[in-house]
């Protein structure tokens, strides 16, 4: 198994281009997660999805979009990149929490983003 | 508002040295969990704290949750160069995502 992969690892944009990471996951995870992370704050996360064609806003969810049309599949969009924009990107996947008690999260390589 | 603050935010210790990190919160939790993140790489779960007063222990890595369930400690015994890496914590109330504290870094000179 190959657990969460994202594509592409490494990405230079410039200001206004817009961008989709891709994040795939083999576990059969019903849940899946965009963070950012960036210097000193830790793992924010951006939006969430708790099943195939359901998406919600995170804690930082503006300038970006989401989308989960398959159930091993999450999309992170960037429409115009900002400078603001600059991190590294995790996606993770975990499955349905139980009785309030959340499963292990597996996240992804990252991927490092750069909007000059 | 930071739910979760880790302290201390850095620490640089010789290896065979004993470390406490700690994780803080007003609020209580249903459940905790630690992650480790390496450079380059995703965090890993290390344990997940479900119980108030709970104590979990993972070799050298002693994790403890707070009888009110409002804080956690990591205790490492005898660091090694290995154990060189990002502490998160992460707590989760309710049906609601995860929120991660911001780490304690973690450096083990040998």
């Known amino acids: 198994n190959a657990g969460v992969t994202q594509t592409p690892k490494f990405r230079v944009l410039k200001t206004g281009q817009s961008m989709t990471l891709l994040c795939a996951q083999d576990?059969?995870?019903?849940?899946m997660y965009w963070y950012r992370q960036d210097p000193g704050m830790g793992l924010r996360l951006i939006h969430y999805s708790v099943g195939e064609g359901t998406t919600a806003k995170g804690e930082v969810p503006d300038g970006y979009n989401v989308s989960r049309l398959k159930k091993q599949n999450f999309l992170l969009g960037l429409e115009s990149a900002a400078p603001s924009q600059t991190s590294v990107y995790f996606c993770?996947?975990?499955?349905?929490?139980?009785?309030?008690?959340?499963?292990?999260?597996?996240f992804g390589p990252g991927t490092r983003l750069t909007v000059t | 508002t930071q739910l979760l603050e880790q302290s201390p935010q850095f620490l640089s210790i010789q290896e065979g040295e004993n470390l406490t990190v700690y994780c803080n919160s007003s609020s209580v939790f249903s459940s905790l969990q630690w992650y480790r993140q390496e450079p380059g790489e995703g965090p890993v779960l290390l344990v997940t704290v479900v119980t108030g007063g709970e104590v979990k222990k993972l070799k050298r890595l002693t994790f403890q949750f707070g009888d009110a369930r409002k804080d956690s400690s990591l205790h490492i015994t005898a660091a090694q160069p290995g154990d060189t890496g990002l502490y998160l914590c992460?707590?989760?109330?309710?049906?609601?995502?995860?929120?991660f504290g911001k780490g304690t870094r973690l450096s083990v000179i040998a």
């Open positions: 993770a996947s975990s499955y349905a929490s139980s009785g309030g008690y959340p499963y292990e999260q597996y």
């Open positions: 992460a707590g989760a109330r309710g049906n609601t995502p995860l929120v």
């Open positions: 576990m059969n995870h019903e849940y």
